[in-house]
């Protein structure tokens, strides 16, 4: 799948600039998202440290295993190496993000 996408990214500037524009997106959008839940948890104390804490594992985790995926699938002649790390880094954001938002909705409501 990792060498269809390159592949793909190299047909023209325009599929580039499309996976480079999702990746900014999912990044930013998840980034707010996290910041957001954040505010709505509160100050840190005694049960929101646990709750930061949770999400913090929760996302190291994602990290290990996208690394794994990333570290074992790619070849390395492969073009597009920076666009695809950062790819990975914006899921793992995103699943804080997810995370965070569950854990939320599960302690506060």
Partial sequence: ?????NNWM???TQ???IIVGITAILFLG???ALFIIRKKI????ERTNAIY???ISCMFTTQIIMNAIFISLVDRNIE???QFFILFQGI???IGAIYAFGLYRKEFK
Avoid: A
């Fill in 15 to 17: 599929n580039f600039n």
């Fill in 30 to 32: 998840s980034i707010i």
């Fill in 10 to 12: 190299s047909e023209s």
């Fill in 1 to 5: 799948m990792i060498d269809l996408l």
């Fill in 92 to 94: 793992v954001f995103l």
């Fill in 53 to 55: 804490l949770k999400i």
């Fill in 80 to 82: 597009y190496f920076r």
């Fill in 42 to 45: 509160g100050q840190p104390d």
